[in-house]
């Protein structure tokens, strides 16, 4: 079955810091990544998603992450954060992309921006 | 944002006690998915349905049971609740498979005493 591991569980930076949250699946064949994002009191909205192609992927508010299948990693970046990415984020994988999309989600990364 | 209302919001409940969460959509989408949300594990999936009385068992299934009588209803009824199911469950819903993002509810907040 597949699993997945978010190193951090908590990740405090500073307004307009860079950011890394840190995402390690376990291999498969066919592996298709997604990170989702909730903030608070909210459900989860997907920020990006890897299916095939490019491995790097970028969402429309400056997150990017890239697709590295020899570590296995698919790690969430954003050069410059702002007050507003304070929300707790969430990595998660499939083995398949066709019929119901049984995601597993890693354990999530909050994110906490300080001014 | 798509719509999906889960109901209630919040519920306490006794130890025992059958409890059934309700999550209604109006975007006629094909898949409905049940998740439960607690520290340290993130979401876990407890059944998922693939039309209307088409439903399959999660990761985390037991305690649990669906039923989909209509497209737009997916229920998630815990037949003795147990405070090891105390969570937040949240419902989702996707139109088709091919890797598509799964659009959430905002969640229900059970806790069983």
């Known amino acids: 079955a597949q699993s997945v591991t978010q190193l951090d569980s908590q990740v405090p930076v500073f307004e307009e810091a860079p950011v890394e949250l840190r995402c390690n699946y376990s291999?498969?064949?066919?592996?298709?990544l997604f990170w989702y994002v909730q903030y608070p009191n909210q459900g989860l909205q997907l920020l990006l998603k890897?299916?095939?192609?490019?491995?790097l992927v970028e969402s429309i508010n400056g997150f990017e992450a890239e697709f590295n299948k020899s570590q296995t990693s698919f790690h969430l970046r954003k050069p410059s954060v702002h007050i507003s990415d304070t929300a707790e984020y969430f990595c998660?994988?499939?083995?398949?992309?066709?019929?119901?999309?049984?995601?597993?989600f890693g354990q999530g990364t909050r994110l906490t921006i300080n001014p | 944002d798509a719509g999906i209302t889960q109901s209630p919001r919040h519920k306490v409940t006794e130890t025992g006690t059958p409890v059934t969460l309700r999550c209604h959509q109006t975007?006629?989408?094909?898949?409905m998915y049940w998740y439960r949300q607690d520290p340290g594990h993130g979401l876990r999936l407890i059944h998922y349905?693939?039309?209307?009385?088409?439903?399959d068992k999660g990761e985390v299934s037991d305690g649990y049971s669906v039923s989909r009588s209509k497209t737009e209803d997916f229920l998630l009824t815990l037949e003795s609740a147990t405070s090891s199911q105390t969570s937040v469950y949240f419902c989702?819903?996707?139109?088709?498979?091919?890797?598509?993002?799964?659009?959430f509810g905002s969640g229900t907040q059970l806790s069983v005493l």
């Open positions: 998660a994988v499939s083995d398949s992309i066709q019929g119901a999309q049984k995601l597993v």
């Open positions: 349905s693939y039309g209307v009385k088409d439903t």
């Open positions: 989702a819903i996707s139109e088709t498979g091919m890797g598509e993002k799964l659009f």
């Open positions: 975007e006629n989408h094909r898949y």
């Open positions: 890897y299916l095939s192609g490019s491995t």
């Open positions: 291999s498969s064949v066919s592996v298709y």
